[in-house]
C-alpha cells in the first residue's frame, strides 16, 4: 500500500529543518506502522470530505491581532494552497490585550460554528480562550464538524472539546504566525493541506535519543502551560495515550516544574509515550551551570517509565506538523526515526 510520508529533520533544540515527501516504507501489519487504513476520499476521523476549494473561517479566539497585514498576506497563502479563506467580522477587534470582549469573542466562536466553511483556523494565540471555556456550548461546536485548526492558547479550546465531547481537531498552523509572513515553510503548507484533506498517513521525523516505543493510542496534548493549568477542572482530557508537549519563552526549569506537576498528578505515567515538540526561545544562566533542557529529559526518563520520543517537528517554530488531537494513532522508533501513524478513523470514547 501507497503510504504519503513526510520526513522532518529536526536540530537539536527540536526546530524542524530539511524535509522531503511521498516514498515507499514496509513494517508487518499489526504494528503500531500499519493500523489498516489508508487515505480516503470520503475524508478522514468522521469529518466529510472537503471540496475542490474549502473554505478556512479565520476567526480570533484570544490574543488581539497587532498587524492586519499579516491576516491579509496569510489569506494570499491560503488561496494559494487552494483554500478560500473568510474573515470573521469580529477578527480584528482590540479589548486591551484581547480579540474584542469576551462576549464578541465567543459570539465569534458561535458564528464559527454555524457558518458554512468545514474548516475553523484561529488567527493567533496569546491569552484569552481560557476565560471562555466554562460559556462555550461544546455539543454544539462538536455537532458542528467543523475541523478547528490552531496551536498556542488554542490548546484550551482543543482540550476542552476533547475532554467534553471526544471530537477530534487539529494542533497546527494559525494564520498569522504560520501564514502571515512573505513566505510560507513548505513543509508546514504542504503537511496542513494533506492533514485537512485525510492524505497524510505517516509523518516521519529524525529522533536520534528516541525511548524504543510501538504502541497505538489517542494523540493528545499541545501547549504545556496551557495544558497543566486545565489540570483540576473539568475541561482536562482524561486520556491513557500517546502525550504531545511543546512550549515557548519557558525556562527549561519551568518546563520540568510543569512536568513535575503532571507527574505527580499521575498524568504521565499512564500515557503510552510522551512526544516532544519544540521548546524554544529561552535564554540560560551561568546559574544554571549546566542544566538545560536535555537534564529535563533526563530527569522525565529516570522519573517517568515511559518511552519518550523528542524531535516531532511541532511548537513556536516554522516548520510544524499539522496533529489530530483526539485520533488514534500508531507510534514507532527505529534506527533514529520516529512514525507517527494516523489510521483512517479515530475518536476518545
Known amino acids: 500500500m501507497n503510504r504519503r510520508h513526510s520526513r522532518a529533520t529536526p536540530s537539536a533544540r527540536g526546530d524542524a529543518g530539511h524535509a522531503h515527501h511521498a516514498h515507499e516504507h514496509g513494517h508487518e501489519h499489526g504494528s503500531a506502522h500499519d493500523p489498516g487504513h489508508g487515505a480516503h476520499d470520503h475524508g478522514q476521523y468522521g469529518f466529510p470530505a472537503l471540496g475542490r476549494k474549502p473554505g478556512v473561517y479565520l476567526v480570533s479566539p484570544s490574543g488581539a491581532v497587532p498587524e492586519r497585514e499579516r491576516i491579509d498576506q496569510a489569506r494570499v497563502h491560503l488561496k494559494a494552497l487552494g483554500f478560500q479563506p473568510v474573515l470573521d467580522r469580529a477578527a480584528l477587534l482590540r479589548d486591551q490585550r484581547f480579540a474584542g470582549t469576551d462576549e464578541q469573542r465567543l459570539a465569534a466562536l458561535e458564528r464559527a460554528c454555524s457558518q458554512k466553511h468545514p474548516i475553523v483556523m484561529a488567527t493567533r494565540g496569546g491569552y484569552g480562550l481560557s476565560r471562555l471555556l466554562p460559556r462555550i456550548d461544546w455539543k454544539a461546536m462538536a455537532d458542528s464538524g467543523k475541523r478547528f485548526v490552531g496551536h498556542s492558547d488554542f490548546t484550551f479550546f482543543q482540550l476542552a472539546l476533547l475532554a467534553k465531547t471526544g471530537a477530534i481537531s487539529y494542533a497546527g498552523p494559525m494564520a498569522s504566525f504560520d501564514f502571515g509572513g512573505k513566505r510560507v515553510d513548505d513543509l508546514t503548507a504542504a503537511l496542513f493541506a494533506e492533514a485537512l484533506r485525510g492524505e497524510l498517513e505517516i509523518l516521519s521525523f529524525e529522533s536520534e535519543q528516541a525511548d524504543p516505543v510501538d504502541c497505538r493510542g489517542i494523540l493528545w496534548g499541545g501547549n504545556l502551560a496551557v495544558l497543566t493549568s486545565l489540570l483540576g477542572t473539568p475541561y482536562f482530557p ?80 516554522r516548520t510544524k506538523a499539522t496533529l489530530p488531537v483526539g485520533a488514534k494513532v500508531g507510534l514507532a522508533t527505529e534506527d533514529g526515526m520516529a512514525y507517527l501513524v494516523f489510521a483512517e478513523h479515530g475518536h476518545a470514547h
Not at 529561552?282 to 523528542?310: C, F, M, N, Q
Open 238 to 317: 482524561r486520556i491513557r495515550g500517546i502525550l504531545f508537549l511543546e512550549d515557548v519563552n519557558e525556562h527549561p526549569y519551568r518546563v520540568e516544574r510543569m512536568l513535575v506537576q503532571l507527574a505527580q498528578a499521575g498524568v504521565l505515567a499512564k500515557q503510552r509515550a510522551i512526544v516532544l515538540g519544540s521548546f524554544t526561545d529561552y535564554k540560560l544562566t551561568a546559574h544554571d551551570d549546566g542544566y538545560d533542557l536535555s537534564s529535563v529529559i533526563a530527569w522525565l526518563r529516570k522519573e517517568v517509565k515511559v518511552p519518550v520520543v523528542p524531535g516531532l517537528p511541532f511548537g513556536h517554530v
